[in-house]
């Protein structure tokens, strides 16, 4: 029964953590992406170069789905 205990608590902490790094990770700032991918399309001629598949509604552009 002492090991299950043990099993158990050590479950809810990796899981803690886990979510606890979730939380860090969305919390990590996309402002500069997002204004670098804007002054990329207002600036440039991307051609079939450019990987569309980050540009979605956000910039004013259709929904891209990538053909695997």
């Known amino acids: 029964m002492k090991k299950v ?3 158990a608590i050590v479950l809810v902490v990796l899981l803690a953590g886990y979510l606890l790094l979730g939380l860090l990770a969305w ?3 996309d402002r500069p992406v997002r204004h670098h991918i804007e ?3 207002a600036s440039g001629d991307m051609g079939e170069d450019y990987p569309k598949a ?3 509604d956000d910039y004013g552009l ?3 789905t990538m053909d695997d």
């Open 39 to 41: 002054q990329t399309l």
């Open 5 to 7: 205990g043990k099993g």
């Open 54 to 56: 980050i540009m979605h």
């Open 27 to 29: 919390l990590v700032p």
């Open 62 to 64: 259709y929904p891209y």
